[in-house]
């Protein structure tokens, strides 16, 4: 196939992917800023413009999420409207097999997955650790509560103290907690003072505490703008225990692994991260091929719904299972390269398989 016909493909594939991500980009938008602003529209920070913010910035992020339905709905897209205006017959007439009008749509595929890594997730994952701040902002002294199912904490033994430590948010990839709270324990296992503080910041061997309220057994509580708390935590220790790893660009993850693996953790979850944004540009390539199984077939009258339904519901089905295996290389269970090669591979297994046996018999 010549480079006329394979960009003509690849250009077709490249506008349908463009259009379906706007799309889905505007829908996905609208309805966080729609659910975000109907929770906190009560509290008393929060302003129109400061909502807008928070959605603007953490759109990126759950559209990362949809990237692979992106592309397999655009291969699907583009293949059945190729197979419409018959395009494609006319291609298969001229001696062109399936594999040759493909690679243009897997050559776009993997070129998607490659920005998606490259440009999005960086994007990504900035701006969702400032949203985050914004909305702590927004939230700021609505709510104090802590509890042990929905909270981070942490234990620390610093100077011979031990410390109990939670937050209501993790900012700031896990260095800065929003209205939290510290619990110091004496030798007995009580708890002999409380303090809580609108923002914590982890120093160089102390938490910087901001806006601080201490409670102690029998005293009122006693308003200081600021203290601090020994620790003995490391930035490495706090952010592998506590940071999204959502929250940390592509390019600064390997050195979050090394870094955490210096000091004997295992870093799983960062791992994780890595090889599922590495893996990102073959899975779209085998999302590609899984809708090419089900779009190529030419009917006269139109394509099969019930081809289409198939399609979907097995992207469906494999993001499902890259989720749940991710799921096991978080919480150690599966080596992390493991768990993000394995759905890849099988899907793309599964596509080259069904395509040799349709198209070459």
Known sequence: MGWTLGLYFFRRYAAITAWFFIGIYALIFLIDFTEFSSRTSGLPNFTFFAALSVSALRVPMIVQQTVPFVALFAAMATLISLNRKYELVIARAAGISAWQFLFPLCMGALLFGILTVGVLNPIAAHGLSRSELLESDIRSGASNKVSAANAPWLHQKANGIDTIIGARAVLKQGLELSDAVFFTIDKNGDIVERKDAARAVLGDGYWKLKDVKVYRDGQNAESRPSDRVATNLKPEYVQERLAQPETIPFFELPAKIEAARSFGLR???????????????????????????????????????????????????????????????????????????????????????????????
């Open 267 to 361: 870093a799983n979850a960062f791992a994780m991260q890595l090889h599922s944004l590495i893996a990102m540009p073959l899975l779209l390539v085998a999302m590609t091929l899984i809708a090419a199984t089900v779009s190529m077939r030419f009917a006269r009258m139109g394509q099969s719904t019930t081809m289409i339904l198939g399609g979907v519901v097995a992207g469906f089905l494999l993001y499902v299972v890259s989720v749940l295996v991710k799921a096991f290389g978080n919480a150690g269970f599966v080596p992390p390269f493991v768990a993000a090669w394995f759905p890849v591979v099988v899907a793309m297994f599964f596509g080259v398989t069904f395509l040799l046996y349709t198209e070459d018999g």
